[in-house]
């Protein structure tokens, strides 16, 4: 089996307990990383605005001008206590500036502010240098059996010495980095990145090898494409309705958070009132990590599902294929912004996508302007709903060929079509993979609507007699929905012109094409 590898970077987040000196050690460093970045801040004239601007636009510095930020080195001799401190801690502060200014001059972000010390949550980077005394950045087991792992980090030692931190599993790659991390609800983490070579066992060329020796059932179930929505989280087009299984925590939770919310709205208001520092006030900072550790809560039980879908969509398909979903866009309809923000479709995507790099599986987005939800998977008729009127048709019947749909179940398998369209237009092979699908699924609602049989596999029924028997994924139970054809003779095509029949009970030939 051929095999291939490439270089990639990704980060793992563990947590860590510091002592106290350690985290003495740790907020002066968060300290002198938002003084080197507000320092830096306070230097944006407009001016220098148009000078920078210009410099990157003609590659070269106007006549009679000549700005320059302040450095580290003057930064210390300035400020003595940043002396103390982890020196690649302001470097990388002074790059996180560099990075916000140049998009601010490109007009791709808006301009540079201040930070706060009162800011959640409070980070500091520091990379990785290699001397002959080994890496200054590590992570080693203890021989103490009780303390476990320990992370050390440079100038670390005299401040409490090597931190114990909690790993789930081993990694091979190489340490690059690490940002230690203070949150709002008081943890502490560090979030370690990696380079690794990752060598994967099958290449495109075998998986469409292996797809094209599958029997059609198999090579069915060997692919998968999703259309993501709101009433239920995820549709698949073999049937399956995917919903997260922690939407009754996910309103109690709610509930909660609101009560806490309010609370220390209260509570804020009051202190205002009294000319009292919030900072200073130990009920207002309780009641804050009350709220703060709810969020936290919300957020690892949404990230738990979509890590957990994901990687069972990876291990049980060789191809997944969803639509590029313009979530920015769809943020501005204020109806459902906020069940869009919380459904996670962008961070699921991002977790697909990667997975199926690491393990040599396909993953495509179409077009996101492709009608997946107006086209009829049968004849191919742009005949569904349209507009925003259409958004609460849940079921539809085509009027060229009869058949009846359930909306999302109807997009996804468009959505599986046009992404196997799309990886044709690099390889014909997947053309044949393309052809025998559409011929399976075309045949197999012919067949339902020939003899009145239920078809198990699509969920498809004649006549309202709906499909028994349900399909799952991992630990996700789906519904079947129920299509029928009203007793019309529903159409077949392959990748030609459809063939529409409008007498009962007509058996119809469809076309294949042959790459």
């Excluded at 230097?43 to 580290?72: C, L, M, R, V």
């Excluded at 028994?468 to 990748?495: F, I």
Aim: hydrophobic share 35%; net charge positive.
């Amino acid at each position: 089996m051929a095999t291939h590898t490439f270089k990639t970077q990704y980060g793992e987040e563990y947590r860590i307990y510091p002592s106290v000196e350690a985290q003495r050690y740790f907020h002066c460093n968060f300290g002198c990383s938002r003084k080197m970045y507000n320092l830096r801040v306070a230097q944006i004239t407009d001016e220098q605005t148009a000078y920078f601007a210009y410099k990157d636009e003609h590659d070269g510095s106007p006549i009679g001008f000549n700005y320059h930020w302040i450095t580290e080195k003057e930064a210390k001799q300035e400020y003595e206590y940043m002396r103390d401190v982890d020196s690649l801690a302001l470097v990388n502060a002074s790059k996180n500036f560099d990075k916000a200014f140049k998009g601010y001059t490109k007009g791709k972000n808006g301009k540079p502010k201040f930070k706060s010390k009162n800011n959640f949550p409070r980070t500091f980077k520091t990379n990785n240098q290699t001397m002959p005394s080994g890496d200054t950045i590590s992570v080693y087991q203890s021989r103490d059996s009780k303390t476990g792992y320990l992370l050390h980090l440079p100038k670390l030692g005299k401040h409490g010495g090597d931190v114990p931190i909690v790993v789930n599993r081993n990694v091979n790659g190489r340490i690059l980095n690490v940002t230690i991390k203070y949150t709002a609800s008081g943890k502490w983490f560090a979030s370690i990145c990696y380079e690794e070579t990752i060598t994967v066992e099958d290449d495109t060329d075998e998986l469409v090898e292996r797809l094209l020796a599958m029997a059609d059932d198999e090579l069915v179930m060997a692919l998968f494409a999703g259309d993501l929505g709101l009433k239920t989280f995820m549709t698949g087009n073999d049937g399956t309705f995917l919903d997260d299984p922690y939407l009754d925590d996910y309103k109690k939770l709610q509930e909660k958070l609101h009560k806490a919310q309010r609370k220390l709205g209260k509570k804020c208001v009051r202190l205002k009132k009294e000319n009292k520092a919030l900072c200073d006030a130990k009920n207002y900072q309780k009641q804050r990590q009350k709220v703060a550790r709810i969020q936290e809560k919300i957020k690892n039980k949404r990230h738990d599902f979509l890590h957990k879908l994901s990687r069972e969509l990876v291990n049980n398909h060789d191809v997944l294929i969803f639509e590029d979903l313009c979530i920015r866009g769809m943020l501005k309809n204020h109806f459902l912004a906020r069940g869009i923000s919380d459904a996670g479709w962008g961070t699921f995507l991002t977790y697909c996508q990667y997975k199926c790099e690491w393990a040599g599986k396909e993953f495509v987005k179409i077009d996101r302007f492709f009608p997946s939800t107006q086209l009829c998977s049968v004849c191919f008729e742009k005949v569904g709903p349209k507009g925003l009127s259409g958004l609460g048709v849940r079921s539809w019947v085509c009027p060229e060929c009869g058949a009846e749909f359930d909306r999302d179940l109807n997009a996804a398998w468009n959505i599986l079509f046009e992404g196997l369209r799309v990886l044709g237009g690099s390889d014909a092979r997947w053309l044949v993979v393309l052809s025998r699908v559409r011929s399976w699924y075309v045949a197999s609602v012919m067949g339902c609507c020939a003899d009145g049989t239920s078809v198990k596999s699509l969920g498809v029924s004649v006549n309202g007699e709906e499909s028994a028997v349900g399909t799952e994924v991992g630990m996700y139970t789906g519904k079947q929905p129920s299509v029928s054809n009203g007793g019309n003779v529903v159409a077949g095509c392959g990748l030609g012109e459809p063939a529409v029949s409008k007498k009962k009970n007509c058996m119809i030939s469809y076309a294949s094409v042959e790459v």
